[in-house]
């Protein structure tokens, strides 16, 4: 390992996430392009940093155990990292990891601080094989040693039974499969070699060893890092590839469908729409770097209508915003935002946005949502609902090839994070159908 600090960039980004509400991948990327970091200090970084975020609940239950009265955030994001690591990184010794804690303390926060940091890491240290933690009943226990927030785990034991609900609530605490989508425009899947497995969800995806940014192939856009569920998007649409299609992505950002739908679709033209114009400069150059031609970006709001998109499209996706519950494994922060006040208020959105879409939707074409959640508000109800309000559409049958994803009864796909160890994901796929008087 290098003589850079990694513990105290893990600190600094651990207060951005749990103080400033950053997200956990796009801050670690924003720190090792800040630092010049080998190999092994990101890997450090990375497993302190996520197994902290994912452990958060259970790491400050342990502190509550061992203080007296209330610590300080900045001493607890330093004490919470030293006990993650003494718990689950058994490479480094016990003294190493409450030295490095209280140095770092000292550093940042003064002597004083340093010996109340020393003095509890000490305790608990010495109590790792008994720490006697105390809980109210069993099902505390298990959403605070599983760190998940007891409105949540409330939201999916209602919504999936108990049963379920606990073992959705352990799949958030493991780790997804290194996914990619390869670029058929620029390489064969052949060309990347014995170490990229056939993936069983999703015909376009792949999954490697080991996964590496760095890696030629991924810097020359030969492939593209997208979880096997929200590669089934592109899949689900189900039409003959070589026709030309009219096609809009209402929300595109950060354009990971779009680039998909549009190599797959490779006669059809795309406009890729954000109302962000920083979002759409990221799906600019990922389209240059995959080299696709087929796609134009367009800055617009997905909730205002747009006249010159109605009636005018084949195909319409509309990936809404959604609360995230399916990608908690990759952004474990996530979890501890929920409530149902949000998921309703999210709810409400998808909804407008869904409404707004269906209007650029030719007679004879098809809408498809799609979210990476698994409420069933901001899924099943969303689209029900919808098609109580609009007789004019059908939901029709998601049909899948090479995949082992079971599609609903009612047609859509619904993934659970427990299900296949990928993303949670729900996509329905809708027709526009003659308007009957």
Known sequence: MSNINTRKISYEILCDIFQEDAYSNITLNKYFNKYKLEEQDKRFISE??????????????????????RVKSKVKIIIIMAIYQLLYMDKTPSFAIIDEAVKLSKKILGNITGNFVNGILRNIERNLNDLALKYKNKEEKFYIENSCPEELYSILKRQYGKEKAQSIVKSFN????????????????????????????????LILNKLDINNKYFKEGY?????????????????????????????????????HIASKYFNSSLISCDKYIHKLKLIQENIKKLEIKNIKTYEQDATKCNIDFLNNFDIVICDVPCSGIGVIKNK?????????????????????????????????????????????RENIENIERFLNENKDFRLEKITLNNSKVKVQDNGTIEILPDDYECDGFFIAKLRKMEEKC
């Open 48 to 69: 302190v940093v996520y197994g902290t975020i994912k452990n958060k609940m259970y790491l400050e239950h342990i502190l509550k155990n061992y203080s007296k009265g």
């Open 174 to 205: 493991s780790k997804s499969k290194n996914s990619i989508r390869y670029n058929p425009l620029k390489i064969s899947r052949e060309e990347l070699g014995s170490n990229a497995l056939t993936s069983e969800i999703c015909e376009d995806s």
């Open 223 to 259: 492939y593209i890092i997208q979880d096997e569920a929200s590669s089934l998007v592109a899949c689900a649409i189900g039409e003959n590839v070589s026709t030309k299609y009219n096609i809009l992505d209402t929300c595109a950002a950060p354009g990971g469908k779009s680039l």
């Open 332 to 376: 474990p922060e996530i979890k501890y935002k929920i409530t149902d006040k949000y998921i309703e208020s999210i709810a409400a959105l998808q909804y407008k946005i869904l409404e707004n879409s269906k209007d650029y939707v030719k007679v004879g074409g098809i809408l498809v949502y799609s979210t990476c959640t698994i409420d069933k």
